[in-house]
C-alpha cells in the first residue's frame, strides 16, 4: 500500500511591507478551509527554505505576491509542471531570490513537487509598514478561495 500524497500550501511574503504580505494572509486564511492532511506554512520566501518545503511535498501550493504591470489584485495561477513562465515576485529584493527561482532550482535539483502551482496577486505598495491596500487584501482572500476549492 502507498503513502498518501504529502499536500502543501505555502504562503509566502513579508506581512510588514503592505502588499508583499498577501501570500501569507493567504495562508492565513486558509487555516481550517482545508483537509486536515493539507500542511499549511508561511515563509519570508527564500529559495533555500522554499526548496526545503518542497522536497518535503508531492502536492504543493504556494501563493505569493507580484510585480507583473497587471491591475493591483489581479490574481494569475501557474502551473509549474506546464511550464507557465512565473513573474517576478514582488519581495524579491527583500528575500534573495524569489519564488520563481525557488521553483527554477527546485526543479534543477529534481525535487519540485509533481504537482506544484503558484497562485500569484498583482500587489503594489511596499513600503515597511505600510498596510496591505484593500485591492489586495480582497484578492488574497479570493485566492485562498479558489485554493480551498483545489483541495475540496
Known amino acids: 500500500m502507498s503513502d498518501p500524497p504529502r499536500r502543501l500550501v505555502v504562503g ?3 506581512p510588514d511591507r503592505g502588499d508583499d504580505g498577501a501570500g501569507r494572509l493567504v ?3 486558509l487555516h481550517g478551509r482545508l483537509p486536515a492532511d493539507v500542511r499549511i ?3 519570508l520566501g527564500g529559495a533555500a527554505e522554499l526548496i526545503d518545503l518542497l522536497r518535503e511535498a508531492d502536492h504543493a501550493v504556494l501563493a505569493d505576491a507580484m510585480v507583473s504591470g497587471a491591475a493591483p489584485g489581479t490574481i494569475r495561477r501557474l502551473d509549474c509542471a506546464s511550464g507557465d513562465v512565473m513573474p517576478r515576485s514582488a519581495g524579491a529584493s527583500s528575500h534573495g531570490l ?3 527561482q525557488a521553483v527554477g532550482l527546485a526543479r534543477a535539483l529534481a525535487c519540485l ?6 497562485y500569484a496577486v498583482e500587489a503594489a505598495a511596499f513600503a515597511p509598514g505600510a498596510p496591505m491596500s484593500p485591492r489586495v487584501a480582497a ?3 479570493e485566492t485562498a478561495r479558489r485554493i480551498a476549492g483545489e483541495f475540496g
Do not use: K
Open 113 to 118: 513537487p509533481s504537482v506544484c502551482v503558484v
Open 139 to 141: 484578492a488574497a482572500a
Open 98 to 100: 524569489g519564488v520563481a
Open 41 to 43: 506554512e508561511e515563509c
Open 12 to 14: 509566502v511574503g513579508n
Open 27 to 29: 495562508a492565513r486564511l
